[in-house]
């Protein structure tokens, strides 16, 4: 049976998180390094969190049922707020050690294979991360793209621990070690802090991103040779589901069939041109009193929105 490429992705990551983070602590635990040993704590996390992503996945992809009408896109949602927490949550174990260090004795030891694992998994994070954003744009998830943001703050906090132990390694300054963790784990709270954001956003169903909404509408004002007018444009996300809705003003002498065809060419438009589109439309009638039928009431509607 074929996988998605949003389980294979993640399925991918797991793997990668497993490894990395056994080759980092142990590495850690022999060098006595924190940045190192930081580094490892953040891997074990990518384990977890590379987990709950590929759960998330599996149930997300399940179709609509009785209990969820909508689907279970927002499991995704669920996961990249979980993520988020379990992020901030490791900078602050890391702020807390590294000032720990700063008032104690520091001892390291080995440091040039801390900085050969560093290396190593830097390059390996970037091409993870490289691959998880590919799959995350072409699927639209943001449990993928989340993973992904992971994975590249790995990169940069990698090559930053790095830079500092070779420091430490020909100047002989161990304070630099928890200073530098220091500094990654400031940086993981602000990430973290972001992803909280956006996820919050989809939980509390807050309108897609502007581009999107300008996006329907064009592609509403394109039909204007069909409808009348369009209102009450409402969207929203759930994980890689972008639900919208909105009401369709058509001429009152069209049949039920032709308004229904006309809805449904422009739900499958949208879904066409919109990754992971939802489309509801509530078709009305012109309450124009006096108006004169479809093939002059339409031509005039034109002529007025193009003057417009």
Known sequence: MSTSPKKSAAYLSVVAAISLAAIKLLIGLATGSLAVLASAVDSLLDILMSSINFFAIQRAEQPADECHPF?????????????????????????????????????????????????FSAVCSWLIARHLRKVARATDSPA??????????????????????????????????????????????FEALQLVRRSLNDVLDAELPKEHREHIEQLLNE??????????????????????????????????????????????????????????????????????????????RMKNHQAL
Not at 76 to 87: G, K, R
Not at 150 to 178: E, K
Not at 264 to 277: R, S, T, V, W, Y
């Open 144 to 189: 993928l793209e989340t993973d992904s943001l992971h994975f590249a703050m790995d990169v940069y906090t990698n090559l930053a621990l790095l830079i500092g132990l070779v420091i430490v390694n020909v100047f002989n300054v161990p304070q630099l070690d928890p200073i530098l963790s220091l500094g990654v784990a400031l940086y993981i709270l």
């Open 223 to 300: 039909h204007r040779a069909d409808i009348i007018n369009y209102h009450n444009l409402r969207t929203r996300q759930a994980g890689s589901q972008k639900i919208m809705d909105f009401h369709l003003t058509v001429c009152r002498h069209l049949t039920v069939e032709q308004a229904h065809d006309i809805a449904d060419q422009l739900e499958q438009k949208i879904e066409k041109d919109i990754l992971g589109a939802d489309v509801t439309i509530h078709m009305e009638p012109c309450k124009r009193e006096d108006c004169p039928g479809r093939d002059v009431c339409i031509p005039e």
């Open 71 to 119: 689907g279970h896109g927002k499991y995704e949602t669920l996961a990249a707020f979980i993520q988020a927490l379990i992020i901030a949550a490791s900078g602050l174990w890391i702020i807390f050690e590294s000032i720990r260090r700063l008032f104690g004795e520091i001892e390291l030891r080995r440091i040039d294979t801390g900085i050969a694992v560093l290396a």
